[in-house]
Each structure stands twice: as C-alpha cells, then as structure tokens.
C-alpha cells in the first residue's frame, strides 16, 4: 500500500513520484530512468505520447538504417569492420538486418504479379519433341547395330545399356508429343493457359520417375498443382532462408584457416551483411527487370556483376586483405556460393514438395 500511494495519477494522464521512486521496482530514482530496471521514472497514460512513442521508436530504427544502408552498398567493408570492433550503437545489427530484409523481400514477392509470359507455342513444342523423338529412335538403331556386330558380351553388354536407354526416351518422347498434340486439338484439360509458366511446371510431369514412391514422383505430383507448387516454395525459402548463414560460415571459417585472429563470430556478421546486400540486390533487380522488361537481360547482367564486386569489397575492407588476397578469395568463395545455393535449393525443394 505504501508502494502504491508513492505514485499520482496526473489530469493529463501522466504519473509523478512524490518521493523520487521508480513506477515499476519502486527503487529510488537518481535521473530520468531508473538505475535498476532501466524504466523512465515518469510515464504516461495519453494517446498522444503512445503515438509519440511510435513516432520515436521508427524514426530511431531509420536513424540506423539510413546510416547502415549506404554503408552497406558503398563500403560494406567498413560496416562490417566497425560492428565487429563493437561501435554498434550508430548500425542496425547484422541480424536485424538480415531478417527485415528477407521480410521485405519475400513480403513484395508476395504481392508481384506472377509470369504470365507464353515462352514456347504449342507449335514449336510439337516441332522440338519430334526432332527429339527422331534423335533417340536414331540412337535405339545405332545401338541395336552396334550389338549386332559385337563380336564381344563387353560390348555389347554397354550398348544394350544404351539401347534400353534410349528406349525409355522414346517412350517418353512419345506420351510428350501425343500429349501436345492432343492439347493443340482439344485444349488443356487441366484449365490452364498454354505455353504460360503454369502449364510448363505442370508438364514436368512427363520427367517422373518410373517409381511414383520416389521424391522425384512426390515432386511432380506437387507439380500437377503449379500455383501451389510455388506458393509452398516461397513459404519454405521464407522459413528456412537463415540456413544460408550456417551453410556459409564454415566456408569462411575455411579461407581464413591460417589466420587465428579472425573468429567465426567475426564470419557471421560478413555473412550476414553480405547476404543481406544479396537479397536487397535480388529484389531491386527483380523490380527493374519487372519494370523494364525490354532491358532485364541487362539488370539480370548487371546484378550478376555487382554480386562478386560487392563481395570484393566487403573481404577487403573487412579482413583489411591486399587486392591479390581479396581477388582469390573472392573468387573461391564465388566456388563456394554455387555450392552452398545448390545445397539449398535441394534442402527447399526436398522440404517445400517432397513431403
């Protein structure tokens, strides 16, 4: 009760202690926060100081991120340096980072307009499946000459391997073609526009492994469906996008085997940056290639050239390397990069469509 009777409610709906106390631990005040618990010692009840809050705690957030973007694009070298010397205060911590922009990200993917392209006509995929019938029937008659003048089981043994082979893509080639050719009489039955990417997932059908057990099977059974397909895709990349950061410490850990003074503290915060830099890179050039369409073979160039450069200069201003000890390790962490992108894609796959 005594605790209780320290703290007035005001008109305005602010709180004032008589005697100095904190609201929350009750601990005496010597400031404006409490030197225990951190609280500020008067507080208020209006509307307008919670949007006042509100205002405060944004604009604080974009304070840093004004001061860490830029630095991130133009020097992210010297972002990474200082954040690992520990002048944090001043930057969005790496993490933070990271994680609102793969929000951001993925939340503008959500609302993109999907591909509604026509790549191929039904035409010239009709033309391009018979020359592909007309090459792996040509190759079931080599074989099948070829164990015919076999003078030897080893010889002939590889070429009844290839012949069954082949076989099996004129099978295929077959059921591909009757398919389009009754989709260029009657139309799809499924509903869905030819030639669009909808139509092209859905077609992949026809790769199915002869086992529908298999995770290849699973897969193209997913892909009967592809609107879903690719919504449970983004919903799993969304997921599982920080498994890029432990996929690609070790490799960094693994370029700077014989310098002890970095740690696998300091490689996390250059994944992360430098991740972040990719993805906000992805989306800017997914936006440009959307917008410019007639130019997005060069935003996708250009991108793609950014990419290494970025990474140059973050190793360089980070490692604080020479130009000939960032240019090598830039370019096999490049090694790397399609090593631990493959990785993933088969770990989003195998999660997003195998189950």
């Not at 709906?13 to 609201?23: Q, R, Y």
């Not at 991120?65 to 200082?82: H, I, Q, S």
Request: glycine residues 8%; contains cysteine; aromatic residues 10%.
């Amino acid at each position: 009760m005594a605790k209780a009777a320290l703290i007035i409610e005001q008109a305005d709906g602010s709180h004032s202690d008589a005697h100095s106390a904190c609201p929350d631990c009750g601990a005496p005040a010597r400031g404006k926060f409490c030197v225990d618990c951190g609280q500020e010692i008067h507080v208020h009840r209006t509307l307008f100081h919670l949007g006042h809050e509100l205002l405060h705690g944004v604009m604080h957030f974009d304070g840093r991120f004004w001061r860490t973007l830029p630095l991130l694009v133009a020097n992210p070298g010297k972002l990474t340096r200082e954040w690992i010397a520990g002048k944090r205060t001043r930057y969005v911590s790496p993490l933070a980072m990271f994680l609102c922009t793969l929000f951001v990200m993925f939340m503008a993917l959500s609302f993109a307009p999907p591909p509604s392209n026509v790549v191929v006509n039904l035409p010239d995929q009709i033309a391009i499946e018979k020359a592909r019938l007309v090459e792996a029937e040509k190759t079931v008659a080599e074989a099948q000459a070829t164990i015919d003048a076999a003078t030897d089981g080893a010889e002939a043994g590889v070429a009844a391997g290839q012949m069954a082979a082949a076989q099996q893509r004129v099978t295929r080639s077959k059921e591909r073609l009757a398919y389009l050719e009754t989709e260029a009489r009657e139309g799809r039955r499924d509903g869905l526009k030819p030639g669009s990417w909808q139509a092209q997932v859905a077609d992949l059908k026809f790769d199915d492994a002869d086992n529908p057990h298999s995770l290849s099977g699973t897969v193209s059974k997913k892909l009967k469906n592809p609107d879903l397909a690719v919504y449970k895709l983004q919903q799993t990349t969304y997921k599982f996008a920080f498994l890029l950061v432990p996929l690609s410490i070790p490799f960094m850990a693994l370029i700077f085997l014989w310098r002890r003074q970095f740690t696998l503290y300091d490689h996390g915060v250059f994944v992360l940056y430098s991740l972040t830099f990719m993805a906000l890179l992805l989306m800017v050039g997914m936006i440009l290639g959307s917008v410019f369409s007639g130019i997005s073979s060069v935003v996708a160039g250009l991108c793609m050239t950014l990419a290494p450069v970025h990474i140059f200069a973050q190793l360089k201003g980070t490692y604080s390397l020479g130009v000939w000890g960032a240019l090598w390790r830039t370019m096999v962490l490049g090694v790397f990069c399609t090593m631990v992108i493959s990785f993933f894609i088969i770990a989003i796959i195998y999660l997003g469509l195998g189950h």
